[in-house]
């Protein structure tokens, strides 16, 4: 870690403790056996597989025991959050990729899971890394929120069935579709995003002229595929997302897998021709534009 931090990382270290402070956490690196099997139990919790757990106390250990991010939120001696976050490559860069953040059921949308990704953010910022990486269910519309809107990161791929089956509580019975992030750290959008507010794309931009809608809603809540992918089109592309695919996948599964197929057609093919989604609105249209080189903010 550098001896003198720069403005960047300095205003990333602060909005990060402010985060903290609003959700209530103390946030604090787990670098000891306990707080490995701590985080390790937590998320067993939040992803129902009890008592398996998604990552392994040991190499929670052994990922922190090596210099890679993990970290919990605490209130009070109760850990409510935890991360799990390791360096990674890409092309010629240091990364760091995020492999699994939660916060515990009871504890979820108190700013919780905002103020331990600050955290992750001004943490890499300190050790020189200007990216991170992760994946998400992008039918999963309050992730694609918390990621592109209240984080300020943009999905760039599309991979079907990434992890292969799962068997988790999230996961169970379904491919693992994800999208890739990319969290680009120190552009204005993400260092805008560190501090707030967060206004819904959708009446901060307006979704009208020029924009393709490519997947949309029936009145019953079935997928409809617009049109196909207009690879010359210049964008905005449009496509929806339901309220709740997870109680889709309860009740209606049929419907819900007619979502997931609607996605590679559309979403996955924009973002493969070179768009990204970088917002989501509060109702649930990805905006996807072509890539531009994202300004930075210092
Ligand atoms: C995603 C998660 C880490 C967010 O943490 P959190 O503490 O609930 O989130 P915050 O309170 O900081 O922010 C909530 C924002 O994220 C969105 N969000 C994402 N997941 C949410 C969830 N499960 N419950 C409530 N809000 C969620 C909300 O829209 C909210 O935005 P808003 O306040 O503008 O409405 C947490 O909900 C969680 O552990 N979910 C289950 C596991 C998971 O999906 N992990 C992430 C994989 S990418």
């Avoid at 998320?43 to 757990?53: D, K, L, M, Q, S």
């Avoid at 200007?130 to 929120?145: C, G, K, V």
């Avoid at 809603?217 to 010359?232: F, M």
Wanted: hydrophobic share 45%; glycine share 10%.
């Amino acid at each position: 870690m550098p001896s003198t931090l720069d403005d960047a990382t300095l205003r990333a270290a602060q909005a990060a403790a402010a985060a903290a402070k609003r959700a209530g956490v103390t946030v604090t690196a787990l670098t000891d056996v306990s707080g490995a099997r701590l985080a390790a139990r937590l998320f067993a919790a939040i992803w129902g597989t009890a008592p398996r757990e998604p990552i392994s106390a040991e190499a929670v250990r052994a990922l922190a025991h090596a210099g890679n991010y993990v970290s919990g939120a605490w209130v009070g001696d109760e850990l409510v959050g935890a991360s799990v976050a390791f360096f990674g490559r890409d092309h010629e860069s240091w990364i760091l990729h995020s492999h699994i953040s939660g916060v515990a059921p009871g504890a979820q949308r108190a700013g919780t899971g905002f103020a331990l990704k600050q955290h992750q953010r001004a943490w890499a910022l300190e050790r020189g890394i200007s990216e991170i990486i992760w994946t998400f269910d992008p039918l999963i519309r309050r992730n694609a929120w918390f990621n592109l809107v209240k984080l300020g990161a943009v999905a760039v791929s599309y991979h079907a069935d990434f992890y292969g089956p799962m068997e988790d509580g999230i996961n169970a019975g379904n491919p693992s579709d994800r999208c890739l992030v990319r969290w680009h750290l120190h552009t204005a959008k993400a260092v805008a995003a560190s501090v707030g507010p967060w206004p819904d794309p959708g009446e901060a931009d307006g979704l009208g002229p020029g924009s393709t809608v490519l997947l949309e809603a029936d009145s019953d809540g079935n997928p409809v595929l617009v049109g196909p992918y207009l690879a010359r089109s210049a964008g905005p592309l449009l496509c929806r997302v339901p309220a709740d695919i997870e109680a889709l996948r309860d009740t209606a599964p049929a419907r819900a897998d007619a979502w997931r197929q609607a996605f590679p057609g559309t979403v996955g093919a924009a973002l493969a021709d070179g768009f990204v989604a970088g917002a989501i609105t509060r109702d649930g249209w990805y905006v996807l534009t072509r890539d531009h080189q994202e300004d930075a903010a210092g």
